[in-house]
């Protein structure tokens, strides 16, 4: 019973390079969201997908891009970092009954130097 | 603007003492306010969903309650294990089923 698995836990980058961030479910939930968590700004939202083939933008989706071929897996690039980037990012899940909430990962913490 | 506020920004409570915890909203067509628990390197832990007005939730020590423009999670006798940041989370009709998070309330509950 895994839940949302987000790798890799921690990750140093260059200005400049590109990464992904991956995060896999097993609940077979249909909606999948990428949060950043900054000191001060609390949770905001990246990208997000409601189905597989279908993503949308969020309230700060520059700097980022997203797919979803599979139900299971949400990647998020980051397509060449900067420092505004640091930052500590959430996958989260639901099975879109509201009653259920969202499933959370554990996070990635994100340095760009 | 600041669709989901919270406060107070941290609380420190003495072992036993009850408080609350306010979430404000101002959002149109509520679908839901969820309460959310984060400890210091973890994601946030799903607490509670409240669908309406005068709806109420219990889990432990915490009771979740909501009226038409705000939230609050009430502590009963806490213990130094409540410490954590406690999040509130909105989704609403012009949200495409996505949570609207407040910045959070950072708890201390001393022994």
């Known amino acids: 019973n895994a839940g949302v698995t987000q790798t890799p836990k921690f990750q140093v980058l260059k200005t400049g390079q590109s990464m992904t961030l991956q995060c896999a479910q097993d609940m077979n939930h249909e909606y999948m969201s990428w949060y950043r968590q900054d000191p001060g700004m609390g949770l905001r939202l990246i990208h997000y997908s409601v189905g597989a083939g279908i993503t949308d933008q969020g309230e700060v989706p520059n700097g980022y891009n997203v797919s979803r071929s599979t139900t299971e897996d949400f990647p998020l690039r980051l397509l060449s970092a900067a420092p505004s980037q640091t930052s500590v990012y959430f996958c989260?899940?639901?099975?879109?009954?509201?009653?259920?909430?969202?499933?959370f990962g554990s996070g990635t913490r994100l340095t760009v130097v | 603007e600041d669709q989901v506020t919270q406060s107070p920004e941290a609380l420190r409570l003495q072992e036993g003492e009850s408080s609350s915890l306010n979430c404000s909203y101002t959002?149109?067509?509520?679908?839901?306010l969820f309460w959310y628990r984060q400890d210091p390197g973890k994601g946030p832990e799903f607490l509670f969903t409240l669908y309406s007005a005068g709806e109420e939730k219990e889990k432990e020590r915490l009771k979740a309650t909501l009226t038409k423009k705000e939230s609050f999670l009430h502590i009963t006798a806490p213990k130094p294990e409540d410490s954590a940041t406690y999040l509130c989370?909105?989704?609403?009709?012009?949200?495409?089923?996505?949570?609207?998070f407040g910045k959070g309330t950072k708890l201390s509950v001393k022994p």
């Open positions: 989260a899940s639901s099975p879109g009954q509201i009653a259920r909430g969202y499933t």
């Open positions: 989370a909105v989704q609403y009709g012009g949200s495409q089923g996505n949570l609207i």
């Open positions: 959002v149109s067509g509520l679908r839901g």
